[in-house]
Nanobody, 124 residues
Framework: QVQLVDSGGGLVQAGGSLRLSCAAS????????MAWFRQPPGKEPQFVSG????????FYADSVKGRFAVSRDNAKNTLYLQMNSLKPEDTAVYYC?????????????????WGQGTQVTVSS
């Protein structure tokens, strides 16, 4: 099992930046495919980005491509999401998630472990 703790959210103006972190503890972090999801108010969770265990495979939702960058430091057991050029529509609770699959999948059902979420609010 792995335990995940999200952090780094906050209130930022449109055009600003935030960096989210997800600290993992438990079983070997590099063995997990990791992802970021977000849930805007009143909406279903959305896939944002995913990264394979080695970091070689990286995927983004079209809505964040070119603005967000996912990375991981397996030595520090930490996942990151650098968010630049933030827009009001990026406002959501952001969750990190871990999966034992070897490929990056985009559905919530594919992930076994979840962080508690961190709120990101972008003002216009």
């Amino acid at each position: 099992q792995v335990q995940l703790v999200d952090s780094g959210g906050g209130l930022v103006q449109a055009g600003g930046s935030l960096r989210l972190s997800c600290a993992a503890s438990g079983r070997a972090f590099s063995g997990y495919t990791m992802a970021w999801f977000r849930q805007p108010p009143g909406k279903e969770p959305q896939f944002v980005s995913g990264i394979s265990g080695s970091g070689a495979g990286i995927f983004y939702a079209d809505s964040v491509k070119g603005r967000f960058a996912v990375s991981r430091d397996n030595a520090k057991n930490t996942l990151y999401l650098q968010m630049n050029s933030l827009k009001p529509e990026d406002t959501a609770v952001y969750y990190c998630a871990a999966s034992t699959t070897t490929v990056v999948l985009r559905t919530t059902q594919s992930y076994d472990y979840w962080g508690q979420g961190t709120q990101v609010t972008v003002s216009s």
